[in-house]
């Protein structure tokens, strides 16, 4: 055979060891179309190679040979490749060789996979897919995709490609080993969503997504890899250079590939979501949707395209169907919608698919299921606090009108008042009874919120002629409900308007007014105006707290929330006294209630944080803590509160390892019970990205500091201090991992907002301060920087935070300048 032509035999033979069955058959239509004898040729060294390996006999020599030339081409161990030095072997596929290897300058200590084309694998079609990879894997930037670190040739005029070393092991692989239930999965699951949509968004389809290209490292963290199929999507309709729809394009594995993929149709984003969709049942089952038929090419294509399969209409079986796997029906009406024959009959993006998968683990409706009784059970079994709460308080309303109506019959004395109030009650029962209907989801054929009771109920209220006491109550109820759903500033109308009823009824001293005060004040604090807050407070407590009166558990609960504004407000005396006060009130009432005590304890110890005494806060928080998780049975926004708190100073006193798990729960705590959008849930992600960044992991940590803030921006007002705080983290985070350029714009808007919310000389004002300064000075602007590191620290230097992490980062910046 002639050198040229064994040349070429050998490269494909050496491409077809390395694939799958499945993907065999198509690389060699490919490569040998138009070439039989070629084709024959490969074939031939692939059916005795088989046949050796099954009967453990000699190899036959061209096998032999073959094999060694292959190996011998690529013994790249111990050479050098551009900065790198190749250590070992570590992978091969259709394309080449990857290696591992490390930095060779001695710049700094990097481990990465080196990706080596073979030299007789060149032909035009492969090193296309290879210029491809490259292209795309640059335009990728996202903590679970893999990153390109740098490209060249090798001295052989070798392309290669240096990406992140990702230790770990297969999705599947990992969920098996680990034993991981159905909930930890889908939460796996997501993060490859999150790296595709990333792709996605940049123009890039992934094309080849299964478990063999999904890594788990030890972390947690998922990694997606090889692009080497991937194609960018065009950027318009007309752009027909990069249409995918050339059959020799068609690479594929075909037990997950779409049926537009395996019919050389137009592939886009939806192929990549039927891809998902397959994914995720052999996550949630263990089993491949069509069983058995995944293991044969040719099955698999049927299976997935049914009649329209290439062949089908040769074959005398009927069509595969779907084996009956055990799954929740929630995911299995996800994974149907996602694996829909039809690309307009799926998810519209994966975001899409990811939505409904949070939707079902929170134990909200998804959208790939319907019906009235699964929209209700959804309803109630997500908000069940709300829930709880809001009808309470409506039945307890509900009965005393009913009791006020039976009053008013007996009392015959009294007929015409009777027949007032008889009208009053019907009156109110028709406002719950509306109120109730309105949560009912078959009114528009959608899914009806609590928050959408609440807003119809609130506006409803203006034509309610209702007693003042009756009228208070409900707007009390709106309130309080809005809050718990974080919707903070429609809450604030109804505290207000239930001030003035109370006062107009009870008089402006009565303590009934004083309780009423405190709720606006509350109010008004989680919108952010302090200052009006601090102003309500004091009048409260004016009317609650007066010599001789009985120490009350309302009285407690004021100053409790008082003392907390005071920290916010930096008046860290004031703050201290009033929360001592109310802790000594939750411990000495009568009955005295754990979380109560749990609270107090929480507050004083964050106090004790602000003013620098780190391990007087830290036994406190540990004490509130055990008191928390003996009074809660069910996941409770107290434990998150008690968790984070406990996590804040194992951060500030260098700990952050330890920190980690403790945001991980609370946030897992919110996520459940208040849902992902909740303001809390924001600040857990802040908190949890935080920490990572802390621990010296800013590409990990980028992600949750990113949803922190998105949840922030969409939950409060723009100018809200949890707004400032997720906008300082992710900037912190972006500083961390070198881009200062990205930082230094959230840096600034987070500034902006503390002095706009915080009196001056704040020291939280100059921890943003030296934040955006560092940011500045490493963007190259040391004048700028200079004043901002220098104001910042005197003032955390006065504060007693010069010697936290931020302090002492300002202190490093500011002798680098001078």
């Given at each position: ?112 996979a080196v990706k080596v084309v073979r030299p007789e694998s060149a032909t035009p079609g492969l090193l296309r897919r290879f210029a491809d990879e490259r292209q795309t894997l640059a335009a990728l930037e996202h903590p679970h995709i893999a990153r390109l670190l740098d490209a060249g ?25 680990h034993g991981l239930g159905a909930r930890d999965r889908v939460r796996l699951f997501l993060q490859v969503c999150d790296a595709v949509e990333h792709a996605h968004r940049n123009l890039v389809v992934h094309r080849d997504l299964k478990p063999a290209n999904i890594l788990v490292a ?77 293991l044969s090419p040719d099955d698999a294509m049927r299976a997935a395209c049914g009649s329209q399969a290439p062949g089908a209409g040769r074959t005398p079986e009927p069509p595969r169907t779907r084996p009956a796997l055990r799954l929740s029906p929630d995911l299995r009406a996800i ?484």
């Amino acid at each position: 055979m002639e050198p040229e032509r064994w040349a070429r035999v050998k490269a494909l033979f050496g491409a077809c060891l390395e694939l799958p069955a499945a993907d065999r058959a198509l690389l060699l239509a490919q490569e040998c179309a138009g070439d039989p004898d070629l084709l024959r040729e490969v074939e031939s060294l692939l059916d005795a190679s088989a046949r050796a390996a099954a009967r453990d006999d000699t190899v036959p020599d061209a096998v032999v040979a073959a094999r060694q030339e292959l190996a011998r081409e690529l013994e790249l161990e111990g050479q050098v490749v551009g900065a790198y030095r190749i250590l070992e072997r570590i992978g091969e596929g259709g394309m080449g060789v990857v290696f591992r290897a490390e930095r060779a300058d001695g710049q700094f200590t990097r481990q990465v996979a080196v990706k080596v084309v073979r030299p007789e694998s060149a032909t035009p079609g492969l090193l296309r897919r290879f210029a491809d990879e490259r292209q795309t894997l640059a335009a990728l930037e996202h903590p679970h995709i893999a990153r390109l670190l740098d490209a060249g040739t090798t001295a052989d005029g070798l392309p290669y490609l240096v990406m992140e070393h990702v230790a770990g092991e297969e999705l599947d692989v990992h969920c098996a080993r680990h034993g991981l239930g159905a909930r930890d999965r889908v939460r796996l699951f997501l993060q490859v969503c999150d790296a595709v949509e990333h792709a996605h968004r940049n123009l890039v389809v992934h094309r080849d997504l299964k478990p063999a290209n999904i890594l788990v490292a030890a972390e947690g963290q998922v990694k997606l890899l090889d692009f080497g199929i991937a194609r960018l999507m065009p950027s318009a309709p007309e752009d027909d250079t990069l249409r995918l729809t050339r059959p020799a394009d068609r690479v594929l594995t075909p037990a997950y590939a779409s049926p537009e993929q395996i019919l050389g149709r137009t592939v886009t984003t939806s192929s990549d979501v039927y891809s998902l969709g397959v994914i995720l049942v052999e996550l949630a089952s263990g089993q491949h949707p069509y069983g058995e038929a995944a293991l044969s090419p040719d099955d698999a294509m049927r299976a997935a395209c049914g009649s329209q399969a290439p062949g089908a209409g040769r074959t005398p079986e009927p069509p595969r169907t779907r084996p009956a796997l055990r799954l929740s029906p929630d995911l299995r009406a996800i994974s149907e919608r996602a694996m829909a024959r039809r690309p307009e009959d799926r998810y519209p993006s994966v975001s899409a698919l990811a939505e409904d998968l949070r939707r079902s683990l929170d134990g909200r409706p998804v959208s790939a299921r319907s019906g009235l009784a699964y929209r209700a059970s959804r309803l109630v079994r997500r908000h069940w606090l709300a829930a709880v709460a809001a009808f309470t308080v409506l039945a307890a309303l509900a009965a005393a009108a009913v009791v006020s109506t039976l009053q008013a019959r007996v009392a015959a004395r009294e007929r015409d008042r009777a027949r007032v109030e008889e009208a009053k009650a019907l009156e109110v029962t028709a406002f719950l009874q509306g109120m109730l209907e309105s949560a009912d989801p078959s009114v528009g054929s959608r899914d009806v919120s609590v928050a959408e009771v609440l807003d119809r109920a609130a506006a409803e209220m203006n034509r309610l002629d209702a007693h003042p006491e009756v009228e208070a109550a409900i707007r009390t109820t709106i309130a309080r409900s809005y809050r718990g759903l974080g919707h903070y500033r429609d809450a604030l109308p109804h505290f207000e308007r239930a001030l003035e009823l109370t006062r107009e009824f009870h008089g402006a001293d009565a303590p009934e007014t004083g309780c009423a005060l405190a709720l606006l004040a509350g109010g008004l604090h989680e919108v952010g105006e302090l200052e009006a807050a601090d102003e309500r407070f004091c009048q409260a407590l004016a009317l609650l707290d007066r010599p001789g009166g009985n120490p009350s558990a309302t009285l407690a609960g004021v100053l409790n929330d008082h003392a907390v504004l005071l920290r916010h407000l930096g008046r860290l005396d004031q703050a201290e006294r009033e929360q001592r006060r109310a802790l000594g009130l939750f411990r000495g009432l009568p009955g005295q209630r754990p979380e109560q005590v749990a609270m107090g304890l929480n507050n004083l110890g964050v106090i004790m944080e602000a003013r620098s005494r780190p391990n007087d806060a830290e036994p406190l928080y540990r004490e509130a803590l055990e008191l928390t998780r003996r009074a809660h049975d069910r996941p409770h926004p107290d434990l998150a509160f008690s968790l984070t708190s406990l996590a804040g100073v194992l951060i500030d006193t260098g700990r952050p390892t330890e920190a980690e798990p403790l945001y991980r729960e609370a946030l897992a705590v919110r996520e459940q019970a208040l849902g992902p959008d909740h303001p809390l849930t924001g600040r857990s992600l802040a908190e949890l990205a935080d920490a990572l960044r802390a621990a010296g992991r800013p590409q990990e940590a980028e992600a949750p500091a990113r949803r922190g803030l998105a949840v922030a921006q969409s939950a409060l007002p723009p100018d809200h201090p949890d707004v400032a705080r997720a906008l300082l983290v992710l900037g912190q985070v972006l500083l961390d991992a070198g881009d200062p350029g990205a930082a230094e714009p959230l840096l600034r808007q987070a500034l902006a907002i503390r002095r706009q919310a915080l009196p001056e000389g704040h020291w939280l004002v100059a921890s943003a301060e030296c934040t955006l300064g560092r940011a500045v000075l490493a963007a190259g602007g040391p004048t700028e920087a200079r004043p901002l590191l220098a104001a910042g620290l005197e003032v955390m230097s006065r504060a007693g935070k010069a010697d936290t992490e931020i302090g002492r980062a300002c202190a490093e910046a500011l002798a680098e300048i001078r």
